[in-house]
């Protein structure tokens, strides 16, 4: 079964707007974690919330967790050009201490 | 900033060769990775690798892959028979005992 699925697929805003993007998953989790991925370059962590907590900030970053639905949502305020990139979610399941799950990813464009 | 480093960032080969993917680890992390992405695609899990030994593979990691910690610093990635469909960008990750994957900036296998 596929880990953290995000929706949409791709996003297209115009700068200054905000974005929200979701990431469905199956399995019993210990966090959630969200990572920046700029065109052909590595990923990038941006923030982390772990299976007990229901929401946190991070500069321009909110993110939400529902364990009951098995759902988490980024959002990114006051968009910039230069945020466009792939965003995924990754999460670490909760019979493993060793791996993270990535999701298929939401391209991001950010039109200035 | 500490980094996680991959070399070469491209490489060419014909089906049937050896790879050998490079990576040097941030130097006090404690758990390592590879991961793979396929041009468009997720970001999937090979193998995670703690204490010296495989901690968890997936099932894309099979008897073609291997890897090794040779020395204090290096971690590799090795395909003995590469296959066409075994093209595709290669990341390692590390980590210290946080849950936050630093990855590097990838190599791009190109099986021919």
């Known amino acids: 079964s596929q880990q953290g699925e995000e929706d949409p697929q791709a996003l297209s805003i115009q700068e200054g707007e905000n974005a929200t993007m979701n990431c469905s998953y199956k399995?019993?989790?210990?966090?959630l974690q969200w990572y920046r991925q700029n065109s052909g370059r590595g990923l990038v962590h941006l923030i982390l919330i772990r299976s007990n907590e229901r929401e946190k900030h991070s500069g321009r970053l909110r993110v939400t967790l529902d364990t009951s639905k098995k759902s988490s949502s980024l959002l990114i305020t006051a968009s910039r050009a230069a945020d466009t990139a792939s965003y995924f979610c990754?999460?670490?399941?909760?019979?493993?201490?060793?791996?993270?799950?990535f999701g298929s990813g939401t391209r991001l464009l950010v039109r200035p | 900033e500490p980094e996680v480093t991959q070399t070469p960032s491209h490489q060419v080969t014909q089906m049937g060769q050896e790879v050998i993917l490079r990576c040097v680890p941030i130097?006090?992390?404690?758990?390592f990775y590879w991961y793979r992405q396929i041009l468009g695609q997720k970001v999937e899990f090979l193998v995670s690798f703690y204490n010296n030994e495989i901690s968890e593979k997936s099932e894309i990691f099979d008897d073609q892959f291997s890897v090794e910690r040779p020395d204090g610093s290096n971690f590799t990635l090795k395909i003995r028979s590469t296959k066409l469909e075994d093209s595709a960008m290669y990341f390692c990750?590390?980590?210290?005992?946080?849950?936050?994957?630093?990855f590097g900036s990838g190599t791009q296998l190109s099986v021919l």
């Open positions: 990750a590390s980590r210290d005992r946080g849950e936050k994957l630093f």
């Open positions: 130097s006090n992390h404690l758990y």
């Open positions: 990754a999460t670490g399941p909760m019979d493993s201490s060793y791996k993270l799950i």
């Open positions: 399995t019993s989790i210990n966090n």
